[in-house]
């Protein structure tokens, strides 16, 4: 049954586009009402796989095919769909400073004890940092190589505001990263301050006592939890904000939007392997990673990853790989853990990338000390990330209204996450098990290789 639907489909497409190419070619030119027809049969069989499918992803890219015809056929009508990704955009906001302040206090608060980290803590914190301010500059050269978002062209309703361009000296660039009101910070959507304020408030909470620091741990980690959970909740309403937004853009635009976001997802996946074959594995070569055995050892979790699109459905597999590879239990157990609040390279890569890519399709020039400004942002607003889907979308939303950025390109970059999520999910389980290993062998923790 599934192979004849899936032959009726191509078979259908197939049609369709050559009946389409026809026209175009000025071959034989069909009635647009005959070629509407065949191509609502080609959406009619769409929604009936999603229906049989029942997949979040499968939705999503269905409402992006439904939304950019929409777009392209009913404009006057598509023109007002644009509140649906509105209020989308409305619920993930309100996602964002619970998220950061549960995530990365607890982080902090549960691994930055000096008297219990010793030597491995500061050298895992160096090294992740290292690398993913590695992986955020490849994300940025990548996107002002490729341009991947010029010659989209928002309507001048669609930017919110410019990039400020008032000129500050570095005291005040300075003290604008330090909070002196949390609620105000958070109401303004200073997203470096609420996670200024996170860091100081993790460190805080690591040198109470025990009895009083865990359950404020316990009370973050619950919200932490909710919070991830009302984001998967709100994913189901994602496939609506996606055919709404699509829907919009292209009544606008056109559909040569969609030629943007092709070449947005080839520079992802150039720029991801650019970071393994020039970083990774020169790293490595120089710790003596057993390349083979390496690549062998985590195929499993990396596979895991890249088809759940989730990286934390891999942590155990992830574990064990390290552990078969000889790496001792008290360093994987601290590192792997630790590596999935602070080195997920996969997912800094690509908030970097996006984030360009949100200014380009606005139009907007930011210069290379903007850009620069930018990475240390999300040097430090990437570490609140979790390895769970979208996210990242969360940060990246967040990161663009505190750049003044329009938010409409993300909803477009949505259409296509789940591939790019894809990549990153696995490229963030290969950057934790290299790190784990790195440590190990630092700390002379590596038995059988």
């Not at 999603?50 to 409402?63: C, N, P």
């Not at 302040?101 to 500061?122: E, H, N, Y």
């Not at 496939?239 to 070449?263: D, K």
Request: proline letters at 4%; a positive charge; charged letters at 10%.
């Amino acid at each position: 049954m599934k192979n004849n639907f899936f032959l009726f489909m191509l078979v259908l497409t197939a049609l369709v586009a050559a009946l389409h190419l026809c026209g175009y070619y000025n071959l034989v030119v069909f009635p647009s009402q005959v070629l509407l027809i065949f191509r609502v049969l080609i959406y009619l069989a769409l929604i009936y796989y999603g229906i049989q499918k029942k997949s979040l992803t499968t939705w999503i890219l269905i409402s992006m095919i439904l939304g950019a015809e929409v777009g392209h056929s009913i404009p006057q009508f598509a023109i007002h769909l644009k509140i649906l990704s509105k209020i989308f955009l409305r619920l993930i906001k309100t996602i964002i400073a619970p998220l950061l302040i549960a995530t990365l206090s607890v982080g902090i608060a549960a691994q930055s004890d000096v008297k219990q980290l010793g030597r491995m803590a500061w050298k895992s914190l160096l090294y992740f940092e290292i690398v993913t301010t590695i992986a955020l500059v490849i994300g940025i050269a990548a996107i002002n190589i490729s341009q991947a978002g010029v010659g989209i062209h928002f309507p001048a309703d669609a930017v919110v505001e410019n990039v400020p361009t008032t000129k500050q000296n570095w005291e005040d660039i300075v003290l604008h990263i330090f909070p002196e009101n949390i609620a105000k910070s958070i109401a303004e959507g200073q997203l470096l301050q609420v996670v200024v304020f996170s860091i100081l408030f993790g460190i805080g909470l690591s040198f109470v006592a025990e009895k009083h620091k865990r359950p404020l741990i316990i009370a973050l980690e619950g919200i932490g939890e909710v919070m991830f959970k009302f984001t998967g909740m709100l994913m189901y309403f994602a496939p609506l904000a996606v055919f709404g937004a699509i829907a919009y853009t292209v009544s606008h635009m056109g559909l040569g939007v969609l030629i943007n976001l092709f070449n947005l997802l080839c520079t992802l996946y150039v720029a991801l392997a650019a970071l393994i074959l020039l970083v990774f594995l020169p790293i490595a070569y120089f710790y003596k990673v057993p390349i083979r055995k390496f690549i062998t050892a985590i195929s499993e979790p990396v596979s895991i990853a890249f088809a759940t699109t989730t990286s934390e459905a891999a942590l155990p597999k992830a574990m064990s790989a390290m552990e078969s590879l000889g790496v001792s239990r008290k360093v994987v157990s601290f590192v792997m853990p630790m590596g999935y609040s602070f080195n997920l390279d996969g997912s800094t890569l690509y908030l970097s990338l996006a984030s360009i890519f949100v200014a380009q399709a606005a139009g907007i020039a930011m210069s290379w000390q903007q850009q620069v400004f930018m990475v240390f942002t999300l040097m430090l607003t990437s570490k609140g990330v979790a390895g769970v889907p979208r996210a990242t979308m969360v940060v990246l939303v967040a990161t663009a209204a505190s750049f003044g950025l329009p938010i409409e390109p993300i909803f477009i970059i949505l259409g296509i996450d789940e591939l790019m999520d894809m990549a990153r999910s696995a490229v963030n389980v290969i950057g934790n098990c290299l790190a784990t290993f790195v440590i190990a062998r630092s700390e002379d923790e590596v038995s059988k290789v």
